[in-house]
């Protein structure tokens, strides 16, 4: 496939060579270029590397459906409990699951991975919706399932074993929770964590809700069993919203000890990135940092709508940036970032002029879109989408092809 007339990261007009599910060469773009297969006019659109979303709950969503007021109580039980009351009032897991997977690669998302809850209420329902959804876009997008122990792992009965079905199942990713403040007992919700990674020779991501010392102390506990174990590129802590707000010199320890270790963060851009550690700094210590979207539209919060360019665009803002080259930056981390986080093998960010995915031996996963720069397709989130996987025309208009 030739994609004729397209703008890499907004540079010069370009002619994209894809071959084999790869961007074979990068050429000056030429209107008359002959090529043996399929032709694209990229329409002097910007070429960017698509969306990774990389901390998302397919199985909660409900995208599509009427709006309801928000009835859920504050705090991670409070909340979990307001899910558990209604979320069988609302069409099957696997419906709204595949739906939101859908929209999402129709709006340039290629690459995710989704959490699902696993607890004595749900059992196994949920991971299964997400399963389905990931088979019925199979070739469409590459889907990461997560265990994930919601309401924690030693409230209820009988979830470290569901949790163990679930990995021997498809699932790919052991979850974690507040090891605190949800199931108050630290040393044995990491005993279980680590113990089905070790298991089942699987990845760890665990949520982090927890403020100031008390997540700093949970994150210490964390680091310990990453050096203890060997565990170094295979830990990502999720959220750890005030992580950076503890004083300087834990912020500085914290992000080399993150450098060190290779434990790689998620965020989901929230209102308070005061607290959390900095974009930034993160990334010029060679951190790997992916974005999501969380929860969309569900009985947690009324935020989210599937466009990751949407998420893009609140990274930015909630990191208050205004410069051209760390709006660029959100886009990178939003996509090659997560892409990192998913397969550690890919060359990570090195600095926030790193504007890597669309060159020469690069997988073919790309959005064409509309805009004078990448600044301004992060301001204004345009609807010309070209979506392209594996070298394979995905979606276009915001539509699924195929």
Same mark, same amino acid.
């Given at each position: 496939m030739l994609i004729r007339n397209v703008r890499p990261w907004g540079g010069d007009p370009a002619d994209l060579d894809v071959r084999d599910g790869r961007i074979a060469a990068v050429l000056p773009h030429d209107p008359a270029r002959p090529h043996d297969g399929a032709s694209i006019d990229g329409r002097g659109r910007l070429a960017m590397p698509s969306f990774s979303d990389? *901390?998302? !709950?397919?199985?909660?969503?409900?995208?599509?459906?009427?709006?309801?007021p928000h009835t859920g109580k504050p705090g991670v039980w409070g909340l979990a409990m307001n899910d558990r009351a209604h979320w069988r009032e609302d069409p099957p897991v696997a419906e709204r699951a595949t739906g939101l997977l859908g929209r999402m690669i129709a709006h340039g998302t290629t690459r995710v991975r989704?959490?699902? #809850?696993?607890?004595? /209420? $749900?059992?196994l329902e949920r991971f299964e919706g997400v399963l389905a959804a990931k088979e019925a *876009? #199979?070739?469409?997008?590459?889907?990461?399932? %997560?265990?994930?122990? #919601?309401?924690?792992?030693?409230?209820?009965?009988?979830?470290?074993?569901? %949790? @163990?079905? &679930?990995?021997?199942?498809?699932?790919?990713?052991?979850?974690?929770? /507040? +090891?605190?403040?949800? @199931?108050?007992?630290?040393?044995? =919700?990491? /005993?279980?964590?680590?113990?089905? &990674?070790?298991? *089942?020779?699987? +990845?760890?991501?665990? =949520?982090? !809700?927890? +403020?100031? =010392?008390?997540?700093?102390? $949970?994150?210490d506990l964390i680091l310990e069993r990453v050096r203890a174990l060997g565990m170094q590129g295979k830990v990502t802590l999720s959220h750890a919203y005030e992580l950076g707000g503890v004083d300087e010199a834990t912020t500085r320890r914290l992000v080399e000890e993150f450098a060190e270790l290779d434990v790689s963060m998620t965020t989901i851009a929230p209102a308070? #990135?005061?607290?959390?550690?900095?974009? &930034?700094?993160?990334?010029?210590?060679?951190?790997?940092?992916?974005?999501?979207? @969380?929860?969309?539209? /569900?009985?947690?919060?009324?935020?989210?709508?599937?466009? %990751?360019? @949407?998420r893009t665009w609140q990274l930015a803002f909630t990191n208050r940036y205004r410069q051209d080259e760390l709006i660029e930056h959100c886009w990178a981390v939003a996509s090659r970032g997560g892409h990192t986080l998913l397969d550690p093998t890919v060359p990570r960010l090195a600095s926030t002029a790193d504007r890597p995915g669309v060159a020469a031996g690069d997988a073919a996963d790309l959005v064409l879109v509309d805009g004078d720069s990448v600044a301004a397709a992060v301001m204004d989130r345009g609807t010309d989408r070209t979506v392209i996987h594996a070298g394979r025309i995905v979606a276009a208009g915001l539509q699924l092809v195929g």
């Open positions: 990389v *901390h998302c !709950h397919l199985d909660s969503n409900r995208v599509g459906l009427p709006f309801r989704s959490y699902a #809850q696993i607890d004595a /209420d $749900s059992g *876009h #199979q070739g469409r997008a590459e889907v990461e399932i %997560m265990a994930f122990p #919601q309401a924690g792992l030693l409230l209820e009965k009988g979830v470290p074993q569901l %949790m @163990d079905q &679930a990995l021997s199942s498809g699932a790919a990713v052991v979850g974690g929770i /507040d +090891p605190c403040t949800l @199931d108050r007992d630290p040393v044995r =919700h990491l /005993d279980v964590v680590f113990g089905l &990674a070790e298991r *089942h020779q699987a +990845p760890v991501d665990i =949520h982090l !809700h927890e +403020p100031g =010392h008390l997540g700093v102390y $949970s994150t308070q #990135q005061a607290n959390a550690l900095p974009l &930034a700094d993160l990334t010029r210590a060679g951190v790997r940092v992916g974005l999501g979207e @969380d929860g969309q539209r /569900d009985y947690w919060s009324p935020y989210g709508n599937g466009d %990751m360019l @949407d």
